[in-house]
């Protein structure tokens, strides 16, 4: 079956440490994204990828990093700048065009202490 | 004012109650998103619509484009609809625009 896999479910890291969360699809979507929810918070867009080896920074991009090396991946770096890293983070893909529902992953519950 | 708002924020039901979640925006769209979140965090997209009504099993939802304005409802509701139920829409972007969710508990 086909869908996104989010890996993994919860991460643990000690402020100032970088951490990757992992996104991949095969659903042969184009476009694919990154969205931030905190509670009483609607879902923050961070950086989507419309193509590969292309992307672009969303309301919130501040302090993390993405890369968009294969059609299938779309890893995101939560860098130490990130002031507030702690938060449930949802990869999303679609194809391309309005009317292209969004399919997501179950997402990563990210600890930063 | 938030773009898209959502009412009621939390709602509770017994089951066999017809639900209804509402969903505003202020802006022009060319589609309207409706989402489910599970409890354990992944979200499934129920809808996508621009006008009118679409059904699907027991889920219904509604948009009316004049008064910028959408409706979900469920009807005959059962414990395992107990989820966030997120509208979305989509402002002429490459982006989305997120309501903050309606956290629905249906009661046996």
């Known amino acids: 079956d086909g869908g996104i896999t989010q890996s993994p479910k919860y991460l643990f890291r000690k402020e100032g440490q970088n951490v990757t969360l992992s996104c991949e699809q095969n659903?042969?979507?184009?476009?694919m994204y990154w969205y931030r929810q905190d509670p009483g918070q609607g879902l923050r867009l961070i950086y989507y990828?419309?193509?590969?080896?292309?992307?672009q920074k969303g309301d919130i991009a501040e302090g993390y990093s993405v890369s968009r090396e294969k059609k299938e991946s779309f890893p995101l770096t939560v860098t130490s700048a990130q002031k507030n890293p702690t938060a449930f983070y949802l990869c999303?893909?679609?194809?391309?065009?309005?009317?292209?529902?969004?399919?997501f992953g179950n997402g990563t519950r990210l600890t930063v202490t | 004012k938030n773009e898209v708002e959502q009412s009621p924020q939390n709602l509770t039901a017994q089951e066999g109650e017809f639900i209804t979640i509402n969903c505003s925006y202020s802006?022009?769209?060319?589609?309207l998103h409706w989402l489910q979140q599970h409890p354990g965090g992944g979200i499934v997209s129920l809808f996508m619509?621009?006008?009118g009504k679409k059904k699907h099993g027991r889920l219904i939802a509604t948009i009316n484009i004049q008064e910028k304005h959408s409706s979900l409802h469920i009807t005959a509701s059962h414990p395992r609809d107990s989820a966030v139920y997120i509208c979305?829409?989509?402002?002429?972007?490459?982006?989305?625009?997120f309501g903050t969710g309606t956290r629905l508990q249906v009661f046996p």
């Open positions: 999303a893909s679609s194809r391309q065009g309005v009317w292209s529902p969004l399919h």
């Open positions: 659903l042969n979507h184009d476009a």
């Open positions: 990828s419309q193509i590969v080896n292309d992307f």
């Open positions: 802006v022009g769209i060319s589609a």
């Open positions: 619509l621009s006008s």
């Open positions: 979305a829409v989509d402002g002429n972007t490459d982006k989305l625009i």
